[in-house]
């Protein structure tokens, strides 16, 4: 079964709208961390933002979010005002502190913003 | 500056063509990881390793191998690769547990476009 869910395979938004990309994720760990990487035309992978499993306030980067909601074994990110310059893949990870501690990814949404 | 450098960027090969992958980190890092990434497939753990002579395999360790000899360098080596491992590739690195911060993210590499015809 997979442990990160990304169910959007292509994301379209007009430019200066915010967006919301879903993740869900599965484990029994009750130590982990999320992690959502940006990765744009050029490969690279971008750290974008990070939520541990024991925050009690939603993580914030900028004109990046994430909601997580815990019982939901959901953890979204929302950007805000996109920009043309957010057209890339984005992807969900999770870390389990308890097992490997090497985060495995969801199969990622394509995000494509509008002028 | 910290990074993960990966060599080759780019390679085309062929079948059966025996081929290495290089990856080092100026970080310090114990834990060292390869991934796979492949369209509609997201990016799938090869091999990790949590400290020099420890490794240990991922979902896709078929076909591949690697070596921590060094704590800075952990290469990929395809002994006899096949058109099916066509793929972008990364290396990763991170402190180990306990250490860096609840945070403590991973350093990817610039990835490697590899094609096996």
């Known amino acids: 079964a997979q442990k990160i869910t990304q169910t959007q395979p292509g994301m379209f938004v007009q430019e200066k709208e915010a967006v919301t990309l879903d993740c869900t994720y599965d484990?029994?760990?009750?130590?982990?961390?999320l992690f959502w990487y940006k990765q744009p035309s050029s490969g690279e992978m971008i750290f974008l933002i990070y939520?541990?499993?024991?925050?009690?306030q939603n993580a914030t980067e900028g004109r990046y979010s994430l909601n997580f909601q815990k019982a939901r074994k959901s953890a979204n990110l929302v950007i805000s005002a996109s920009q043309l310059g957010d057209s890339a893949m984005y992807f969900c990870?999770?870390?389990?502190?308890?097992?490997?501690?090497?985060?495995?990814f969801g199969r990622g949404t394509s995000l494509i913003v509008h002028p | 500056e910290a990074q993960v450098t990966q060599n080759p960027r780019y390679l085309i090969t062929v079948t059966g063509k025996k081929l290495t992958v290089t990856c080092s980190q100026n970080?310090?890092?114990?834990?060292m990881s390869w991934y796979r990434q492949d369209p509609g497939l997201g990016l799938r753990q090869i091999y990790y390793?949590?400290?020099?002579?420890?490794?240990d395999k991922g979902d896709v360790p078929e076909g591949y191998k690697v070596s921590r000899k060094e704590k800075r360098n952990f290469p990929l080596i395809l002994e006899s690769p096949s058109p099916n491992q066509t793929s972008l590739y990364f290396c990763?690195?991170?402190?180990?547990?306990?250490?860096?911060?609840?945070?403590?993210?991973?350093?990817f590499g610039a990835g490697t476009r590899l094609s096996v015809l």
């Open positions: 390793s949590m400290n020099v002579e420890v490794t």
């Open positions: 970080m310090n890092h114990e834990y």
């Open positions: 484990t029994s760990d009750p130590s982990y961390g």
């Open positions: 990763a690195s991170t402190l180990r547990r306990g250490t860096g911060g609840p945070k403590n993210i991973q350093y």
């Open positions: 990870a999770m870390r389990e502190d308890g097992g490997s501690y090497i985060p495995t």
């Open positions: 939520q541990g499993s024991y925050d009690q």
